[in-house]
T-cell receptor, first 115, second 113 residues
Framework: KAGVTQTPRYLIKTRGQQVTLSCSPI?????VSWYQQTPGQGLQFLFE?????QRNKGNFPGRFSGRQFSNSRSEMNVSTLELGDSALYLC?????WGRGNTEAFFGQGTRLTVV | DQQVKQNSPSLSVQEGRISILNCDYT??????FLWYKKYPAEGPTFLIS?????DKNEDGRFTVFLNKSAKHLSLHIVPSQPGDSAVYFC????????????FGKGITLSVRP
């Protein structure tokens, strides 16, 4: 069965622009989470969606937003890009939400570079 | 406030020996713990998990131990292989509304041939 698909894999944007990243979860998975990975900071949680509703949100400014569609696909948007937004953005899917004891499976990520 | 801590940034072991990767947590609500392995330019890959009702879980060369009283878990890899060289992330979650995964900063494991 197909894994988590993230597009695009690489992206270069200019400061002040906005960007939209896409994530298609594993078939049958209804929960999608987004993480930002920067050197030395590990994976920082952005937000989590289940049944088209945001269930959890991390400590990121309002420039970071997301949504989930009825087919469980998710997008995240970053507006007014800053140099510090350069990172690997990872999407993870899992079967359910709220149960805790559920593994999350990650996509390969989108490498965003802001210049 | 980092709720999941991997205090050693790196570990180097000889091929064939045991690798022990440690992880500490502070949130007593965590009841599920996972280890992920990550190669450069790839997403993390799920390795092994353990529920708080257990103290050990084994899968092939990988064993995870959980000490709830110490809020500590460890991943043992025996025997270590050069292909195990990667960054290993410890993660934790809690059942309920705040079930998101909280990750540590990762440990870079190098296995020397």
């Amino acid at each position: 069965k197909a894994g988590v698909t993230q597009t695009p894999r690489y992206l270069i944007k200019t400061r002040g622009q906005q960007v939209t990243l896409s994530c298609s979860p594993i078939s049958g998975h209804r929960s999608v989470s987004w993480y930002q990975q920067t050197p030395g900071q590990g994976l920082q949680f952005l937000f989590e969606y289940f049944s088209e509703t945001q269930r959890n949100k991390g400590n990121f400014p309002g420039r970071f937003s997301g949504r989930q569609f009825s087919n469980s696909r998710s997008e995240m948007n970053v507006s007014t890009l800053e140099l510090g937004d350069s990172a690997l953005y990872l999407c993870a899917s899992s079967l359910e939400w709220g149960r805790g004891n559920t593994e999350a499976f990650f996509g390969q990520g989108t490498r965003l570079t802001v210049v | 406030d980092q709720q999941v801590k991997q205090n050693s940034p790196s570990l180097s072991v000889q091929e064939g020996r045991i690798s022990i990767l440690n992880c500490d947590y502070t949130n007593s609500m965590f009841d599920y713990f996972l280890w992920y392995k990550k190669y450069p330019a790839e997403g993390p890959t799920f390795l092994i998990s353990i529920s708080s009702i257990k103290d050990k879980n084994e899968d092939g060369r990988f064993t995870v131990f959980l000490n709830k009283s110490a809020k500590h878990l460890s991943l043992h890899i025996v025997p270590s292989q050069p292909g195990d060289s990667a960054v290993y992330f410890c993660a934790a979650s809690a059942t309920g509304a705040n079930s998101k995964l909280t990750f540590g900063k990762g440990i870079t494991l190098s296995v020397r041939p």
